[in-house]
């Protein structure tokens, strides 16, 4: 059975078998295991080239309360993402590693502060944590920079920002107490920025320490000129130069890079000083912490006791301002890892451009070209590509992938080898087929009798004319697929799933960054403008996978032509290029605060119920809750921002209001006036905006799912509508084929039904698209053709 995209990331999340692992090798080729989880953002971004910086737990485990450790990761995340990286929180959960922690998972883990039940987790401590987690006891632990640069290296991750390093304790030549960190410095190649050793070590004899073990250690000038000194964590300076001076991020993305291409297994240090309208004065600071170490000597606080104890005493002595520092410098940190992350990302994808394989282009007798444009813009008509049709009810533009699955064939059905053997050829079925978010509403838009034109992009290359043959195979019109030309860093989209015996992943590459291209690398205006002129469809179907200007550049020519939108969030990490500005060109973001009712830019969105809490907290990272526009429609609507819990829990459920999704959809409301959040088993939410003068607002089977309504003629809705729709069916675990296109058919059905028959509502179709749904799930190879038995029923309600 072919395993897709959407299945192979739902086998990841529900913890798929893998063989086992004997060694950092094989954990690197195998990153999801019963020890080790790597997000799907992470996985993501790590296999496309985005800059990730990893982010350690201790610091919340064991350094600010709860729930001031919350809002500080949460504000440490969010400096990442504003910055262009993406953020890798690493922690331990009940005995299992995560790379990339939910915000459910960093609540968890950081509420342990009240009652100490997480442990700090360094090199010595994984085996133990996990052991005894696979043996019944799932203890939490927060992971040191020991700890966290281990799990980075295996997740693939190369920096890392903090707070302080550990170092050689004062009398460490007596006592060894040295922290793990430096030795992993010595042995992990990755590279860690801090501002310097805690001032209460002894900063020489760390700084010799690290000489010995073979690690670079360099501090950002930070504006200043000639040599500096090696920061001393609370103050800029600590009277010993810094071995190495950095002068700016592309500098140090520079060193990364070269080490990385070097026989040089060691990690590498780079201090950046505390910003100074935080930083204690040299000689105060050495006042606190001698007064603190004699203390902590008095008391008899040693070993792993001692950094705590220290540092509680430094907040005392200084009255509160060590915390105010140390907040401020693992911001400054985080924001300058991200900087490096994002200036290493441009060395290294350039290489990708330059190295990276692709099959050559076959050439065609018939190949046109417009001379006139770019090089880039340039788009090829091959022989088998169709005429635009001269109208459209529906327009999709998303991506268009290549999907191969590699089944692992053992010669002999009774051997015990059920995973492919790394590092040689191994038997395998493999299968192929087409994929992507776009491709799947589109193809499921046309099964329900909708006249669709799908536009996406590939490349004029052996993968990308498979493509655009097995489009015409489906029915689908392949005008709206713009081709470009077959060069290095430009090739069709492909996903390649690697399954075991059992059909279980074992490891899945993406190669999307054809969808990644810029606007500027894409040709609107002269290619997809005039198929919208033409086409004049009613609604057309946006979905993340394209970058966030690009996405409003749609969206914008959407409106142009009198068409409504409709988002496809495709994931977590995606869903949140609604709100935030384009991380490469700096675009604005496609909603911004102003983009409220009736000037909002889309209609309709349908997350599932972790998109919604993602596209909820982007928003928020952006600010646009407090827009004046967006109160002035969450005051119109008559209800509080997070709603009236009673009302909710009626239209609901009493565990959706605890998960807050409904909450979460009102908020969103004035920028997306309807919201449908798939819930799985639970159905589907459908939460939306009704026009003034709506005759549901006063009709009395629609009174149960009216939460509100609004007696102010100065907003353009009459109320709120909230109507949780049971799912079509409950299907056992053995009836589910496969989970690829499920969601896709849901939104490609529900919104070809909403433009081929503009009289029909949203709760009149919804209940059509999860039957359709459905049918998809028991059905191999993504959406169902099933769904053409659906075209009478929807003729039946239209009319």
């Given at each position: 059975m072919f395993v897709s995209r959407a299945a192979a990331r739902l086998q990841c999340r529900r913890g798929t078998r893998l063989p086992h692992l004997r060694s950092l090798h094989d954990l690197q080729k195998h990153p999801q295991s019963r020890f080790l989880q790597v997000s799907e953002e992470v996985r993501d971004a790590v296999a496309t080239g985005k800059p990730v910086v990893a982010l350690e737990t201790t610091i919340y485990t064991h350094g600010f309360p709860y729930p001031e450790n919350v809002a500080l990761a949460q504000l440490l995340e969010s400096v990442v993402r504003k910055n262009g990286g993406v953020p890798a929180t690493i922690g331990i959960l009940g005995g299992v590693a995560r790379v990339g922690m939910s915000p459910d998972e960093i609540v968890e883990l950081a509420s342990t502060v009240e009652n100490k039940s997480a442990i700090k987790v360094s090199r010595r401590d994984l085996g133990y944590i996990c052991g005894m987690g696979m043996a019944g006891k799932k203890i939490h632990g927060g992971t040191t920079i020991s700890g966290t640069m281990i799990l980075s290296e295996l997740a693939g991750i190369r920096i890392f920002g903090t707070g302080g390093l550990g170092?050689?304790?004062?009398?460490?030549?007596?006592?060894?107490?040295?922290?793990?960190?430096?030795?992993?410095?010595?042995?992990?190649?990755?590279?860690?920025?801090?501002?310097?050793?805690?001032?209460?070590?002894?900063?020489p004899r760390t700084l010799e320490y690290l000489e010995t073990e073979g690690v670079c250690v360099g501090t950002f000038a930070d504006g200043r000129t000639g040599p500096v000194d090696f920061p001393a964590f609370y103050s800029r300076d600590s009277g010993i130069r810094s071995p190495k001076v950095i002068q700016n991020e592309a500098e140090a993305a520079a060193i990364v890079y070269a080490q990385s291409h070097l026989p040089v297994r060691s990690g590498l240090l780079f201090c950046n000083p505390v910003p100074e309208d935080a930083s204690f004065d040299k000689l105060e600071m050495d006042r606190i912490v001698a007064e603190a170490v004699r203390l902590a000597e008095v008391q008899g606080y040693t070993g792993s006791d001692n950094t705590p104890f220290v540092l509680a005493k430094i907040k005392e002595l200084s009255g509160g301002k060590s915390v105010v520092a140390n907040r401020a410098l693992i911001e400054s940190n985080v924001q300058r890892a991200t900087r490096v992350a994002v200036e290493l990302a441009k060395l290294e994808n350039g290489d990708r451009g330059v190295k990276a394989g692709h099959m050559p282009a076959?050439?065609?007798?018939?190949?046109?070209?417009?001379?006139?444009?770019?090089?880039?813009?340039?788009?090829?008509?091959?022989?088998?590509?169709?005429?635009?049709?001269?109208?459209?009810?529906?327009?999709?533009?998303?991506?268009?992938?290549?999907?191969?699955?590699?089944?692992?064939?053992?010669?002999?059905?009774?051997s015990s080898q059920d995973a492919p053997v790394p590092h040689t050829s191994n038997p395998a079925v493999i299968g192929q087929s087409l994929g992507g978010v776009g491709h799947n509403v589109a193809l499921a838009a046309r099964y329900i009798g909708s006249e669709v034109l799908f536009c996406s992009v590939v490349a004029d290359d052996l993968s990308g004319r498979a493509a655009l043959s097995a489009l015409e195979t489906e029915g689908l019109e392949n005008a709206g697929i713009q081709i470009l030309p077959a060069k290095s860093g430009t090739r069709t989209a492909q996903y390649v799933a690697i399954n075991d015996a059992k059909k279980d992943l074992v490891v899945a590459m993406a190669d999307m960054g054809i969808v990644e291209l810029s606007e500027k690398e894409l040709d609107f205006d002269q290619f997809w403008e005039p198929l919208m002129a033409s086409a004049k469809p009613h609604w057309v179907v946006v979905d993340a996978n394209w970058r966030p200007e690009v996405i409003a550049k749609w969206t914008s020519m959407a409106r142009k032509h009198g068409a409504r939108v409709a988002f496809e969030p495709v994931s977590n990490a995606k869903s949140r290029r609604l709100f935030l500005r384009d991380?490469?060109?700096?675009?604005?973001?496609?909603i911004g605060p102003t983009q409220t009712v009736p000037n909002h830019v889309i209609s309709l969105a349908c997350p599932n119920r972790y998109e919604l809490s993602t596209m909820y907290m982007a928003a928020r990272e952006a600010q646009l809750f407090d827009s004046p526009s967006w109160w002035a429609a969450i005051d119109a609507m008559g209800l509080s921002p997070s709603g009236s819990r009673e009302r909710l829990v009626m239209a609901t459920s009493a565990k959706l209001v605890d998960e807050g999704l409904p909450q979460q959809s009102i908020q969103l409301l004035p920028?997306?006036?309807?919201?449908?959040?798939?819930?799985?088993?639970?159905?589907?939410?459908?939460?939306?905006?009704?026009?003034?003068?709506?005759?549901?607002?006063?009709?009395?089977?629609?009174?149960?799912?009216?939460?509100?309504?609004?007696?102010?003629?100065?907003?353009?809705?009459?109320?709120?509508?909230?109507?949780?729709?049971?799912?079509?069916?409950?299907?056992a675990a053995d009836e589910v084929v496969s989970v690829n296109g499920a969601g896709d058919t849901l939104l490609g059905v529900l919104v070809a039904g909403l433009a081929k028959y503009p009289t029909l509502r949203v709760e009149n179709v919804l209940p059509l698209a999860q039957e359709a749904s459905r049918r998809t799930l028991m059905s191999a190879g993504g959406v169902s053709k099933d769904l053409e038995g659906l075209v009478a029923e929807f003729k039946a309600i239209a009319q």
């Open positions: 170092g050689v304790h004062r009398g460490g030549e007596n006592t060894m107490d040295v922290s793990a960190d430096l030795t992993e410095l010595g042995r992990t190649p990755v590279t860690v920025i801090s501002s310097g050793s805690k001032s209460f070590l002894d900063i076959i050439p065609s007798p018939t190949k046109s070209t417009n001379l006139d444009q770019p090089k880039s813009h340039q788009t090829v008509s091959p022989p088998s590509q169709s005429h635009a049709p001269e109208k459209a009810d529906l327009v999709v533009a998303g991506s268009l992938a290549i999907d191969l699955s590699c089944d692992y064939a053992p010669f002999t059905p009774e991380p490469a060109s700096g675009a604005d973001a496609p920028f997306i006036p309807c919201i449908i959040t798939k819930l799985g088993g639970a159905g589907a939410l459908l939460t939306q905006l009704l026009p003034r003068n709506d005759p549901r607002l006063t009709d009395p089977e629609s009174a149960p799912y009216i939460l509100s309504r609004t007696s102010s003629t100065d907003v353009p809705f009459g109320g709120v509508y909230m109507r949780l729709f049971p799912p079509a069916a409950i299907l």
